[in-house]
């Protein structure tokens, strides 16, 4: 069981995009930063355990050319092995932050040259993958950034193209040194997911086709990789085989965000239909198969929730922020 904790306020209503909360845990400094993405702007907030806001930064999509503010798409904290990086993705470009915000690090302008007339140009999809940060971008192609251990120099290495349509979300984990090991993987707006193995050059391993509606949020544990679709079901696939192995029809309208708990295993899916679920993910001993099992269900009451995030790595606390709703929501195991 989860019960409802003190909220942090915001300054305004989270946007209505998918993924929109980004959760970085700081448990040597007993905090917990949050991350919301509101129009041409992002909040970030920095909370004790008890939900006391301590501190607020607002950050702004460089402008670039043009004549009105860029919207932002996504703002998420990566854990290098050396540092913590915070990326902000908008219709301009890519911005890197140390962690605080309080330092941009980093600028990359996204290019227009192969976008028509009637296409948007944007960057959505972020995640890190050993001393990488991945992005990926409205063409289909992911952005691969080699990161140094300090300072600046920061290079886009590599170029991945899996996808014909926009990425919607990126995946990864610790490959922990085995070979062939499918460590990230990519999603777009037709549904199709790409596996992959990171590494100086990374390496497509399979393709997992869609079926008519977009992923928006896709998440990656000990080589099962959970996929959240538009039509509210959760697929769990194995990553190297790209084999669905269930397929739970969780929420009644599309998935808005996927999270996991790695420590524990526990799945979390969020949905435009108020409701965020709780999954427990195993292996059959005897199979080696997938099995889930439903744990909690929590109803946000007339809130379109866009975002929601574990607050530690053991899945006994989570955040929710939702479209038109001007706090955070935190629950917490009881």
């Known amino acids: 069981m989860f019960r409802w904790e003190r909220s942090i306020p915001l300054r305004g209503s989270a946007a209505a995009l998918c993924n929109n909360l980004s959760v970085l845990q700081l448990p040597a400094r007993n905090l917990t930063h949050f991350g919301v993405v509101h129009g041409p702007s992002a909040q970030l907030l920095s909370a004790a355990p008890e939900g006391v806001p301590l501190a607020q930064r607002q950050l702004h999509a460089k402008e670039g050319a043009g004549v009105s503010p860029p919207l932002i798409t996504q703002v998420h904290w990566c854990v290098l092995p050396f540092r913590v990086l915070l990326v902000l993705t908008s219709h301009r470009g890519i911005q890197m932050y ?109 393709r997992i086709p869609g079926f008519g509606v977009p992923c928006p949020s896709v998440q990656l544990w000990q080589g099962i990789i959970a996929a959240g679709y538009g039509n509210g079901q959760v697929h769990l696939y194995e990553a190297t085989t790209g084999n669905l192995h269930v397929q739970i029809n969780a929420h009644a309208r599309a998935i808005s965000a996927l999270d996991l708990a790695p420590e524990a295993g526990k799945l979390l899916s969020a949905a435009e239909d108020t409701f965020v679920h709780i999954w427990k993910l195993s292996r059959s001993p005897e199979s080696s198969y997938i099995e889930v099992e439903h744990c909690h269900g929590e109803c946000v009451s007339d809130t379109q929730v866009c975002g929601a995030r574990f607050c530690d790595s053991s899945g006994s606390s989570f955040a929710v922020t939702g479209y038109d709703l001007a706090e955070i929501r935190r629950f917490s195991s009881v």
């Open 98 to 206: 140390e962690s605080d915000g309080s330092t941009m690090v980093y600028w990359h302008a996204l290019d227009s040259g192969d976008a028509t007339p009637v296409q948007a140009v944007f960057a959505r999809g972020i995640a890190a993958s050993g001393h990488f940060i991945c992005v990926g971008t409205w063409s289909g192609r992911v952005l691969v950034f080699d990161i140094p251990a300090k300072g600046p120099n920061i290079v886009l290495s590599e170029e991945l193209a899996g996808h014909q349509t926009p990425i919607t979300d990126i995946a990864t984990e610790p490959a922990q040194g085995q070979d062939c090991v499918a460590d990230m993987v990519t999603a777009d707006d037709s549904g199709l997911l790409c596996v992959w193995r990171s590494g100086p050059e990374f390496t497509l391993l399979t």
